[in-house]
């Protein structure tokens, strides 16, 4: 589901601003690619940062347990329960703001691209996908992104499919 959502398809050194520019299926400013997708799995395991570039998860040296509790609160607190996988995104306002004045809209504007992205693709590959509706600047710095430079713009809780008869869809 990443790589269809977010997965780099193209690259090009130099882009606007003199920055690197990417192209995936989910727009950008300026193709510039500033939101980042964390994984937090509801099985306890460590909080993945997807590489867009290399399609795969990179696991975030960071204090798990601790990340894990208050996501989950954050989660139930919303859709009343935290099972599955939520994909925190992490937009880089110091970048987007190299190239662009008043870059906050723009920021915005490309995480609600990626969570449409992110949903129309859960849903196209047999999974659910709930857009959480809180930003999640609280945890940027537990996951390890610095706060002066990174901040939480969203989030979307993904699941499988569970039928009628309270067992989900294999």
């Not at 790589?3 to 090009?12: K, P, S």
């Not at 570039?53 to 798990?64: P, S, V, W």
């Not at 996988?85 to 915005?108: G, H, N, Q």
């Not at 992110?118 to 999640?136: D, E, I, N, S, Y």
Request: charged share 20%.
């Amino acid at each position: 589901m990443l790589w269809f959502a977010a997965g780099v398809r193209g690259y090009h050194p130099v882009g606007r601003a003199g920055i690197p520019i990417q192209w995936s299926a989910t727009p950008s400013a300026g193709g510039l690619g500033c939101v980042r997708v964390v994984c937090l799995a509801d099985d306890g395991s460590r909080p993945r940062l997807y590489d867009p570039f290399e399609h795969r998860l990179l696991e975030l040296d960071i204090e798990a347990e601790f990340v894990a509790a208050a996501n989950r609160e954050t989660v139930k607190a919303v859709v009343g329960k935290a099972a599955g996988c939520t994909l925190r995104l992490i937009a880089d306002e110091v970048k987007l703001s190299a190239a662009y004045s008043d870059a906050e809209s723009l920021m915005f504007r490309d995480a609600g691209a990626l969570v449409a992205t992110l949903a129309l693709c859960a849903v196209w590959l047999g999974m659910t996908a709930c857009p959480l509706g809180f930003l999640g600047d609280d945890l940027v710095p537990k996951l390890g992104f610095p706060a002066d430079r990174f901040r939480g713009v969203g989030a979307v809780q993904i699941g499988r499919v569970v039928h009628g008869n309270g067992h989900p869809t294999d």
